[in-house]
């Protein structure tokens, strides 16, 4: 099992993996939308598609990680 120092880096790791992606693609579409030939018709799909990905999946990959990190905890607290 996993120690304490451990487990609270862990948990702060995922929290900014939980907020790096949500701001990363806030910038990208604020990159995108201040550029001059940025069309909301014309846009591919392609840019929505991959910037709504990463806004998930970052989301998702932290919330899975607290959630293990959660079973681990309550494992050990079983054990003692």
Do not use: C, D, H
């Amino acid at each position: 099992m996993i120690g304490p120092n451990l487990r609270r880096a862990l948990r702060w790791a995922a929290i900014i993996l939980m907020l790096f992606g949500p701001l990363s693609s806030v910038f990208y579409i604020y990159e995108m939308i201040s550029k001059p030939e940025f069309t909301l018709v014309g846009s591919s799909g392609q840019f929505w598609i991959s910037t709504l990905a990463t806004f998930a999946s970052t989301i998702v990959q932290g919330g899975v990680l607290l959630v293990l990190l959660s079973i681990n905890e309550r494992l050990q607290e079983a054990k003692a």
